[in-house]
């Protein structure tokens, strides 16, 4: 085995960042170094090409705040909901019912129901592209044998009876390919870890939410 000083220093070969022995992406431009190894003075393996590491930390912060902003909002409608309610009621007892309060609660309403549908769309575009490219880096962590690319993670969720499996097929690939205790040189270690209980219960309650919002759906068509 060769010493510490026998060991030629690595570089990454797109911005010439110098690279520890364990490095498997540059931290500076995030280009997939591979597994250490001595291909040529620098010792850089490619992974593959395309496969630059993108952080998705500050996806990660803008989807945690407009989904806290989305619990709010939900709060406050139900809140609007409850008073609309007692309004309606007092119209029913025979109550004194202004006009103008039957307007405001109507705009009221609206006003909600229209954030609270930005919102949603706001939070579907942004979880899409945070799955996407936590996918897509996948690659650049040395993950062989993904079998779904990177785009299944968004088309997933638009096929029939598809994205009832998919999506939960997707999420679990991410979770264990960068599980860092499976990153390998091989890269295929991943494939023998469990799926997390996080990942099913968050599958679970996203089918439940569905079944329970298509219920609602017919029932107000209905009436």
């Given at each position: 085995s060769m010493s510490g000083d026998d060991v030629q220093p690595r570089f990454c070969i797109s911005c010439g960042q110098q690279l520890t022995s364990a490095d498997r992406f540059c931290l500076n431009c995030g280009t997939a170094v591979g597994d250490?190894?001595?291909?040529?003075?620098?010792?850089?393996?490619?992974?593959?090409?395309g496969t630059a590491f993108k952080s998705g930390h500050t996806l990660v912060q803008w989807l945690s705040v407009i989904l806290l902003l989305s619990i709010i909002l939900d709060l406050v409608a139900t809140i609007a909901d409850f008073a609309e309610l007692r309004l309606i009621n007092r119209l029913i007892d025979g109550?004194?019912?202004t006009l103008e309060e039957l307007q405001d609660s109507d705009d009221r309403q609206a006003a909600i129901g229209a954030i609270q549908f930005i919102v949603f769309v706001g939070t579907g575009i942004l979880f899409l592209i945070w799955i996407y490219r936590a996918h897509k880096n996948l690659a650049a962590l040395g993950a062989q044998g993904l079998g779904w690319g990177p785009r299944w993670a968004i088309g997933g969720f638009f096929i029939p009876l598809g994205n009832l499996v998919i999506p939960y097929l997707i999420t679990a690939q991410i979770w264990k390919?960068?599980?860092?205790?499976?990153?390998?040189?091989?890269?295929?270690?991943?494939?023998?870890?469990p799926v997390s209980l996080l990942v099913k219960v968050w599958w679970a309650l996203w089918i439940v939410a569905g079944i329970i919002g298509q219920f609602l759906l017919r029932r107000v068509f209905e009436e």
């Open positions: 250490p190894g001595t291909s040529g003075a620098t010792g850089f393996t490619p992974v593959a090409a109550k004194n019912v390919a960068s599980d860092p205790e499976r990153v390998d040189a091989n890269g295929w270690t991943w494939k023998d870890a």
